[in-house]
């Protein structure tokens, strides 16, 4: 198993910034594949985006995609979701996951491993 621990979250108004980070302990981070997730009040938990092993190869929701830009840097096993032009629709608790592969996956059940969440806020 991984830990992951999530940060950055926070209030924004809506055109806004923010970055979130996750931090990764327990088992080696340079060899899986990464991905960030959010759920809202009422809602299911949705997939955003997942990186590879070596960041060369990134994934997106529709929902996000050209507005979020998700990174990793392997020497400090952190994942990065750079989160720009913040909706009120992007409020929710955002959560990062880990999988047992070195490929991108936007399945939920293909991660095995999961933060506790940050709670991202956007006003209008």
């Known amino acids: 198993q991984v830990q992951l621990v999530e940060s950055g979250g926070g209030l924004v108004q809506a055109g806004g910034s923010l970055r979130l980070s996750c931090a990764a302990s327990?088992?080696?981070?340079?060899?899986?594949?990464m991905g960030w997730f959010r759920q809202a009040p009422g809602k299911e938990r949705e997939f955003l985006a997942t990186i590879n092993w070596s960041g060369g190869s990134t994934y997106y929701a529709d929902s996000v995609k050209g507005r979020f830009t998700i990174s990793r840097d392997n020497a400090k096993n952190t994942v990065y979701l750079q989160m720009n032009n913040l909706k009120p629709e992007d409020t929710a608790v955002y959560y990062c996951?880990?999988?047992?592969?070195?490929?991108?996956?936007?399945?939920?059940?293909?991660?095995?491993?999961w933060g506790q969440g940050t709670q991202v806020t956007v006003s209008s």
């Open positions: 996951a880990s999988r047992r592969r070195s490929n991108t996956s936007g399945r939920l059940s293909d991660y095995d491993s």
């Open positions: 327990g088992r080696t981070f340079s060899v899986y594949a």
